[in-house]
């Protein structure tokens, strides 16, 4: 099984500042990984596949990279909306496995 | 528009068994696999099963094998979880999620609303 760390656990910034999330594969999973938001009380929302491809409606201050074992998501400047949890999940082996995720809280 | 509605959740006992279903419209659904993915509370997400197109291929993970079966009816567009031997540690809420894509598995562009089961004496 690939196992996908997420760092890290919590990030706590302002509306405006450069959020920066880690996704850490256990084994190569080439660029087959995809970001997710999720929003308390709402069904998670894809943001990002394939390491790097903004999914349709998706901001562009939304951005991903890395492929092999290590991806970044960045939100360029947070809005108020951005605050939520973040999963990274990989589509390359089964079992599909998610990341643990990463809160984005207010500072 | 794509639309997944889950339903067939509740309160189960220990060992009990569930079905729960997943009502598609707004896309082709026999032309994708599809999937399960739940959360327990207050945790993150765990892909439970996969069923491809034509319900000949199916993939669970380690956790459901043997105990959960993934089927679905492509004459009425619904997914379906049947859950037998259930444990505490099934609560959660279950998720049917239609990938981006057919062919190889595919992250996931939509979401059903989710269906709350619940494992308790």
């Known amino acids: 099984e690939i196992v996908l760390t997420q760092s890290p656990a919590t990030l706590s910034l302002s509306p405006g500042e450069r959020a920066t999330l880690s996704c850490r594969a256990s084994?190569?999973?080439?660029?087959?990984l995809a970001w997710y938001q999720q929003k308390p009380g709402q069904t998670p929302r894809l943001l990002i596949y394939?390491?790097?491809n903004r999914a349709t409606g998706i901001p562009a201050r939304f951005s991903g990279s890395g492929s092999g074992t290590d991806f970044t998501l960045t939100v360029s400047s947070l809005e108020p909306e951005d605050f939520a949890v973040y999963y990274c999940?990989?589509?390359?082996?089964?079992?599909?496995?998610f990341g643990g995720g990463t809160k984005v809280e207010i500072k | 528009q794509v639309q997944l509605v889950d339903s067939g959740g509740g309160v189960v006992q220990p060992g009990g068994s569930l079905r729960l279903s997943c009502a598609a419209s707004g896309f082709s659904f026999s032309s994708y696999g599809m999937y399960w993915v739940r959360q327990a509370p207050g945790k993150g997400l765990e892909w439970v099963a996969f069923v491809g197109s034509t319900e000949s291929y199916t993939q669970y993970a380690d956790s459901v094998k043997g105990r959960f079966t993934i089927s679905r009816d492509n004459s009425k567009n619904t997914l379906y979880l049947q859950m037998n031997s259930l444990k505490s540690d099934d609560t959660a809420v279950y998720f049917c999620?239609?990938?981006?894509?057919?062919?190889?598995?595919?992250?996931?562009?939509?979401w059903g609303q989710g269906s709350l089961v619940t494992v308790s004496s």
């Open positions: 999940q990989q589509r390359s082996n089964w079992p599909l496995t």
């Open positions: 999620a239609k990938p981006r894509g057919g062919g190889a598995p595919q992250p996931f562009d939509s």
């Open positions: 084994q190569s999973v080439s660029s087959n």
């Open positions: 394939d390491a790097s």
